[in-house]
């Protein structure tokens, strides 16, 4: 018979965002198996978006109002018992000129600190609150499907094909950024419509030529403007959703036109603020709505603020991880489809840096995290092929420093486009910037994945997959790789490993060479 739940096995938590537009605030009790129980929603209006998408700063008077509000959360956070806080930053504050010292001051006047958390950020999380909200009600692991949030500062855009991330992208469009980017006094609805259409073609036939938009067949659209027109639309919503007709949507958008924001807070009964929003942000979904086939809009109640509380519930209790894994390999996957890729030779060269990874285990002391940045960085070591095949290595590290890779923060990435640089040629030195710009932690993660990877690239030189399964025997002083006689001639093979053995000798302390038992 289970034990009793007592209120130990119980905890409050709370998440802050910190918006373009607003500041929220929500409260809930975590329980076992990852439960989630909503206690309080709080929200007030900010205007951190006029301030930096206009004048790149955020001003003194706008500083003090936010500081003022997380104030008073941080007397709600006292009043719960909160103990255990997340709070992040957007669009807004990402791009402000002083946000260092506007995050500095929120610490130092209410003792909150803030995260500022990047796209692909925002899109995992955005993605792990989705499938969790519409788990059990619509089978997105099944469908190909678009997942949008309209924000005031900026349009986070994900596409899963069967479940799988093929497509991330951070838009800087929002519903706040639209209007403020428009010259003054040319903010009507024409206007706008022509600015929001034109940048929405240009990034959709720029996704087309990584996947046909044409065969999405679930629009999910997130976000607090997409959830106030789902209500007005549909009533209700029911199993933690919305689904509307992608007709009446587009409808109701071009009712809000010409009506003014004073109008539309009186007629839905919505802060002013909201009602700023509500006609920009309809008019940015409408126009990707009309770049694809879809018939219907499934809107769910969630937002990035439930991913972080899902995570939050997670490490709590103790229950599984969600893997992001999975969907950073997609990602990897779907950007070397776009530069025309050796997808056999990728998917052997990160298999076989899998299994060297894991042989060595306890030599380099790593841990899942850097074990997926290496798949990464073996999944994409020659997509710099596409610009040329000469000093590719580098082309390939410009490429993934300038892509978005869904899983993958700043950091990550950094680490990821120093890897595939070093997989050939010269070894890391102190005149390489971007090396040595890294914290010295993560130059330690590079070398060591680098190392690996120079060898699971030389098993399979000739882009032949002679080479997939392999022993590795440790010596006092050297390693060995034995392959099968299955393998057939391996003699270039053996020459490569021993050419690009240099940096593992030089990492791992002992040399490395390719053996093959015989038949």
């Given at each position: 018979?289970?034990?009793?739940?007592?209120?130990?096995?119980?905890?409050?938590?709370?998440?802050?965002?910190?918006?373009?537009?607003?500041?929220?605030?929500?409260?809930?009790?975590?329980?076992?198996?990852?439960?989630?129980?909503?206690?309080?929603?709080?929200?007030?209006?900010?205007?951190?978006?006029?301030?930096?998408?206009?004048?790149?700063?955020?001003?003194?008077?706008?500083?003090?109002?936010?500081?003022?509000?997380?104030?008073?959360?941080?007397?709600?956070?006292?009043?719960?018992?909160?103990?255990?806080?997340?709070?992040?930053?957007?669009?807004?504050?990402?791009?402000?000129?002083?946000?260092?010292?506007?995050?500095?001051?929120?610490?130092?006047?209410?003792?909150?600190?803030?995260?500022?958390?990047?796209?692909?950020?925002?899109?995992?999380?955005?993605?792990?609150?989705?499938?969790?909200?519409?788990?059990?009600?619509?089978?997105?692991?099944?469908?190909?499907?678009?997942?949008?949030?309209?924000?005031?500062?900026?349009?986070?855009?994900?596409?899963?094909?069967?479940?799988?991330?093929?497509?991330?992208?951070?838009?800087?469009?929002?519903?706040?950024?639209?209007?403020?980017?428009?010259?003054?006094?040319?903010?009507?609805?024409?206007?706008?419509?022509?600015?929001?259409?034109?940048?929405?073609?240009?990034?959709?036939?720029?996704?087309?030529?990584?996947?046909?938009?044409?065969?999405?067949?679930?629009?999910?659209?997130?976000?607090?403007?997409?959830?106030?027109?789902?209500?007005?639309?549909?009533?209700?919503?029911?199993?933690?959703?919305?689904?509307?007709?992608a007709k009446d949507f587009l409808d109701f958008s071009k009712s809000l036109a010409k009506v003014p924001p004073e109008e539309l807070a009186a007629q839905y009964a919505i802060p002013f603020a909201d009602a700023e929003t509500l006609y920009p942000a309809t008019l940015i979904y409408s126009c990707f709505i009309s770049e694809t086939k879809v018939e219907s809009l499934v809107v769910p109640t969630v937002s990035i603020r439930d991913g972080l509380l899902l995570e939050m519930s997670q490490m709590v209790s103790g229950a599984k991880r969600t893997d992001v894994s999975r969907q950073?390999?997609?990602?990897?996957?779907?950007?070397?489809?776009?530069?025309?890729?050796?997808?056999?030779?990728?998917?052997?060269?990160?298999?076989?840096?899998?299994?060297?990874?894991?042989?060595?285990?306890?030599?380099?002391?790593?841990?899942?995290?850097?074990?997926?940045?290496?798949?990464?960085?073996?999944?994409?070591?020659?997509?710099?092929?596409?610009?040329?095949?000469?000093?590719?290595?580098?082309?390939?590290?410009?490429?993934?420093?300038?892509?978005?890779?869904?899983?993958?923060?700043?950091?990550?990435?950094?680490?990821?486009?120093?890897?595939?640089?070093?997989?050939?040629?010269?070894?890391?030195?102190?005149?390489?910037?971007?090396?040595?710009?890294?914290?010295?932690?993560?130059?330690?993660?590079?070398?060591?994945?680098?190392?690996?990877?120079?060898?699971?690239?030389?098993?399979?030189?000739?882009?032949?997959?002679?080479?997939?399964?392999?022993?590795?025997?440790?010596?006092?002083?050297?390693?060995?790789?034995?392959?099968?006689?299955?393998?057939?001639?391996?003699?270039?093979?053996?020459?490569?490993?021993?050419?690009?053995?240099?940096?593992?000798?030089?990492?791992?302390?002992?040399?490395?060479?390719?053996?093959?038992?015989?038949?």
């Amino acid at each position: 018979m289970p034990a009793p739940e007592t209120a130990a096995a119980r905890e409050t938590a709370a998440v802050i965002d910190i918006g373009s537009g607003a500041v929220r605030m929500v409260l809930a009790e975590l329980g076992p198996g990852a439960a989630i129980r909503a206690l309080e929603n709080l929200s007030q209006p900010v205007r951190l978006g006029r301030d930096v998408f206009t004048n790149g700063r955020i001003s003194a008077p706008v500083m003090r109002e936010t500081i003022e509000i997380l104030r008073n959360f941080k007397t709600v956070l006292e009043t719960y018992g909160v103990k255990r806080l997340h709070a992040i930053a957007t669009s807004a504050v990402r791009e402000a000129a002083n946000r260092d010292n506007f995050i500095d001051k929120i610490f130092l006047a209410a003792g909150i600190d803030v995260e500022v958390v990047e796209g692909t950020e925002e899109n995992r999380l955005d993605l792990l609150a989705v499938e969790n909200s519409l788990e059990g009600s619509l089978q997105i692991q099944k469908k190909n499907c678009l997942i949008m949030e309209v924000g005031c500062g900026a349009t986070e855009i994900i596409v899963l094909s069967k479940g799988k991330v093929d497509l991330t992208r951070t838009l800087l469009i929002g519903s706040i950024r639209l209007p403020e980017r428009l010259a003054p006094g040319r903010s009507e609805s024409g206007v706008m419509q022509r600015v929001v259409k034109r940048a929405v073609h240009t990034m959709a036939e720029d996704a087309r030529r990584e996947y046909n938009l044409d065969e999405v067949d679930t629009f999910i659209a997130m976000g607090s403007d997409m959830r106030l027109a789902a209500r007005q639309i549909a009533g209700p919503a029911e199993q933690n959703h919305y689904q509307i007709a992608a007709k009446d949507f587009l409808d109701f958008s071009k009712s809000l036109a010409k009506v003014p924001p004073e109008e539309l807070a009186a007629q839905y009964a919505i802060p002013f603020a909201d009602a700023e929003t509500l006609y920009p942000a309809t008019l940015i979904y409408s126009c990707f709505i009309s770049e694809t086939k879809v018939e219907s809009l499934v809107v769910p109640t969630v937002s990035i603020r439930d991913g972080l509380l899902l995570e939050m519930s997670q490490m709590v209790s103790g229950a599984k991880r969600t893997d992001v894994s999975r969907q950073v390999t997609n990602s990897a996957r779907s950007l070397g489809r776009k530069y025309k890729y050796d997808e056999p030779h990728a998917l052997n060269v990160a298999a076989l840096s899998g299994r060297l990874f894991d042989a060595l285990k306890g030599e380099h002391g790593l841990g899942p995290r850097e074990r997926m940045l290496l798949e990464a960085s073996a999944l994409l070591h020659d997509i710099g092929i596409y610009i040329s095949p000469t000093s590719h290595h580098k082309h390939s590290a410009y490429l993934v420093n300038a892509s978005e890779i869904f899983g993958l923060r700043k950091s990550d990435k950094d680490i990821v486009s120093n890897v595939v640089r070093y997989h050939r040629r010269s070894l890391p030195k102190p005149t390489h910037t971007a090396y040595m710009s890294l914290p010295r932690p993560d130059r330690t993660v590079v070398s060591k994945l680098s190392a690996i990877l120079r060898v699971a690239d030389a098993l399979d030189n000739p882009h032949q997959q002679k080479v997939r399964d392999f022993d590795l025997e440790k010596q006092p002083e050297s390693y060995t790789i034995w392959v099968g006689p299955e393998s057939g001639d391996v003699s270039l093979e053996r020459q490569s490993v021993q050419a690009k053995g240099d940096m593992f000798l030089e990492v791992f302390g002992a040399g490395v060479a390719l053996k093959q038992r015989a038949a």
